[in-house]
Nanobody, 124 residues
Framework: QMQLVESGGGLVQAGGSLRLSCAASGRTFISYAMGWFRQAPGKEREFVAA????????SYADSVKGRFTISRDNAKNTVYLQMNSLKPEDTAVYYC?????????????????WGQGTQVTVSS
């Protein structure tokens, strides 16, 4: 089992920034590609960003490209999501996830482990 714990969510005004962190334990972190997803009330969980096991190959949803940056620190077993220029439509619970697939994946079904989520609220 891998445990994932997100942190860094909160309330921010539109145009502001937040940095989410996801700390992993229980498995060899570098063996997993990592992803961030989000789910707003009444909506399905959607892909935000992902990063490969090695080489830091990244993938982003069109809605966040140029505003969000995913990164990982394998020495700290942590993946980050830097979110800039936040918009009210970014409001959601953000989830961290891990997959044994080497390259970044956009589909929920590819991920083996999930965190409990952290709330991000962007006010207008």
């Amino acid at each position: 089992q891998m445990q994932l714990v997100e942190s860094g969510g909160g309330l921010v005004q539109a145009g502001g920034s937040l940095r989410l962190s996801c700390a992993a334990s229980g498995r060899t972190f570098i063996s997993y590609a990592m992803g961030w997803f989000r789910q707003a009330p009444g909506k399905e969980r959607e892909f935000v960003a992902a990063i490969s096991m090695r080489l830091a190959i990244t993938s982003y949803a069109d809605s966040v490209k140029g505003r969000f940056t995913i990164s990982r620190d394998n020495a700290k077993n942590t993946v980050y999501l830097q979110m800039n220029s936040l918009k009210p439509e970014d409001t959601a619970v953000y989830y961290c996830a891990a997959t044994l697939v080497a390259l970044p994946r956009r589909d929920v079904g590819s991920y083996n482990y999930w965190g409990q989520g952290t709330q991000v609220t962007v006010s207008s």
